[in-house]
Nanobody, 114 residues
């Protein structure tokens, strides 16, 4: 599985950004976005299952929205009301059915200035 990400950039606090990711390959059961800030561990931001069930980190609930186009293995993360604490490298991931192994994208930088 290969993942190609797009989006990201530099915005001011309160603004919005959208990240997109498309995965090659078949049998994908969920896609997700993680992020890693300098000096911190990588953390889950949101995951979307093919059942359309989604889970979010508490810190982004109500501000971020994850959506997928299952037929195209594409996941989008809409990020509203961005905060400086959201600054990180954002990584797209995909999992195949029956596996907990993540395939990763190359990462895209999101920087939010105050």
């Amino acid at each position: 599985v290969q993942l190609v990400e797009s989006g990201g950039g530099l915005v001011q606090a309160g603004e919005s950004l959208r990240l997109s990711c498309t995965a090659s390959g078949s049998g994908i059961s969920s896609m997700a976005w993680y992020r890693q800030a300098p000096g911190k561990e990588r953390e889950l931001v949101a995951r979307r299952f093919t059942s359309r069930h989604s889970v979010y980190a508490e810190s982004v609930k109500g501000r971020f929205s994850i959506s997928t186009i299952n037929a195209k293995n594409t996941v989008t993360l809409r990020m509203d009301d961005l905060e400086p604490e959201d600054t990180a490298v954002y990584y797209c991931s995909a999992r195949r059915a029956g596996s907990s192994m993540d395939y990763w994208g190359q990462g895209t930088q999101v920087t939010v200035s105050s």
